[in-house]
């Protein structure tokens, strides 16, 4: 169920106060930003996704369902949005052999103040196919139950599990293979 | 090697969803098992460096630009609503239901609670329980028989003591009748006041003190005491009178002059 604040600021956002939205911008942007931005990468892309995600938000506000929490359900349309996002880009990318979009999004990328540690796990990350990405992120970074990763993902708790699983077994390996992870070679005999 | 059963474990276990029993199996199986060991090992360092990663702050224009994007009139604004309807609002939204449990809770305890202390408070009708409680006891040393009334109907028969002091008039009645009989206590509310029914053995029937009369039914042999206050030098009328069925069966008044 959505926490009495939310469904307060729905309610009233419904009745006609767009103020209202702003709030629930406010309490949620952060969430929504940086899914989107482990999802893609991009900061820049980031923030237009952000901004994608409440627009539809407060479109479809009125189809909201009061039985469900609102940040599942914003959860639920920001990794959608960035599963699209990734798609198109990614068709975008196969059309244009040009490396110019690449490099704008290489310099993007700087934008973020991060430690080496961060980007080292970001790229990692980009290593991984984009539904395992997902459960990582959710997982992970938002630190999110099974139950409310298979309602964002649309998939029953058996199978976020069994994903998470192999999920977090790949970005492993690829650490280890990168060098960002240390292998453990003190039990081997 | 490692068996998928301790794969899942071990997944489990980084996600802190493992029973207390379940992480002493898996304690116990990494313990023996090296491969297992080096496996979990990873998987936690792994967990550990995902952990220090710090959620990025989103550019502070984000929100404004996104508020000037809304389409203006997705919702128009509604008509005020009654009270009724903003109550309900709160109640479904801001309300928290467990204060509600803890008034019902404190409600009951309290109810409770009042109900034990009555069983231990004078009741109303429990007239036996008021013995000294509103004359001062050394008024009641000074009081002096002034005259001793015998009862002797055909009915009823008993004595009626009348007793004074400067500022206070007693009267002893000690009755015994074989059939309900009511008696009926006139004083005269000008000059005394009621202060005190004391019930010397049993408890009477049906008593009930009203402006310038007590009355009460009695059956049987009781006795008991009635007190007055009276104004110093005053003369006070009490009036005594035993009925049965409505009908007189013994009748008489006295006049009492307070003696300073």
């Not at chain 1, 940040?71 to 198109?88: G, H, P, Q, T």
């Not at chain 1, 110019?100 to 993007?108: D, I, P, T």
């Not at chain 2, 004083?187 to 053995?201: G, I, K, S």
């Not at chain 2, 006795?223 to 110093?232: D, M, Q, V």
């Amino acid at each position: 169920m959505t926490a009495p604040d939310d469904l307060l600021l729905i309610r009233q956002c419904l009745e006609g106060r767009r103020e209202a939205f702003g709030d629930l911008i406010a309490r949620h942007q952060k969430t929504v930003f940086n899914v989107a931005l482990r999802m893609i990468k991009d900061y820049q892309d980031a923030q237009d996704l952000t901004q994608t995600v409440f627009i539809k938000a407060y479109e479809k506000l009125d189809t909201f369902n009061e039985r469900h929490k609102f940040f599942s359900w914003i959860y639920r349309m920001a990794v959608n949005e960035s599963l699209n996002f990734v798609k198109r880009r990614r068709r975008f990318e196969a059309l244009d052999d040009n490396a110019e979009y690449s490099a704008h999004k290489q310099s993007a990328v700087e934008e973020i103040e991060e430690s080496e540690m961060s980007r080292n796990i970001q790229n990692a990350l980009m290593d991984l196919a984009i539904d395992h990405r997902a459960v990582i992120v959710l997982k992970h970074y938002e630190e999110l139950s099974y139950h409310e990763i298979g309602y964002i993902l649309d998939l029953p708790e058996k199978t976020v599990k069994s994903r998470l699983f192999t999920a977090r077994q790949m970005l492993k390996d690829i650490m280890i293979q990168k060098g960002y992870l240390k292998h453990d070679r003190r039990q081997i005999h | 090697m490692i068996a998928d059963k301790y794969i899942e474990l071990i997944h489990r276990e980084i996600d802190g969803v493992n029973s207390p029993q379940a992480s002493a199996g898996l304690k116990a199986y990494l313990a023996a098992d090296a491969e297992a060991q080096r496996f979990y090992n990873e998987l936690i360092a792994m967990s550990g460096m995902l952990k220090e990663v710090k959620p990025v702050e989103p550019p502070a224009h984000l929100q404004p630009m996104i508020m000037n994007m809304l389409p203006p009139d997705r919702y128009a604004p509604r008509p005020r609503r009654g009270l009724l309807a903003t109550m309900r609002e709160w109640l479904e939204t801001k309300f928290n239901f467990k204060y509600a449990y803890v008034f019902a809770g404190g409600l009951t305890m309290g109810i409770v609670m009042y109900g034990l202390l009555l069983q231990t408070t004078v009741q109303p009708n429990d007239w036996s329980k008021l013995s000294g409680a509103m004359i001062p006891r050394e008024e009641a040393k000074n009081l002096k028989t002034i005259t001793e009334l015998e009862i002797a109907a055909t009915e009823v028969s008993g004595k009626i003591g009348v007793k004074k002091s400067a500022q206070m008039v007693e009267s002893e009645v000690a009755l015994v009748a074989g059939q309900p009989v009511e008696m009926i206590i006139g004083f005269d509310e000008q000059t005394m006041r009621f202060q005190e029914f004391q019930a010397l053995n049993e408890t009477p029937e049906n008593l009930r003190v009203t402006a310038g009369t007590i009355t009460l039914r009695h059956t049987g042999q009781k006795n008991y005491a009635i007190r007055f206050a009276i104004k110093s030098g005053a003369t006070g009328r009490v009036e005594f009178k035993i009925l049965r069925a409505e009908k007189p069966l013994y009748e008489r008044t006295i006049f009492i002059t307070a003696s300073p």
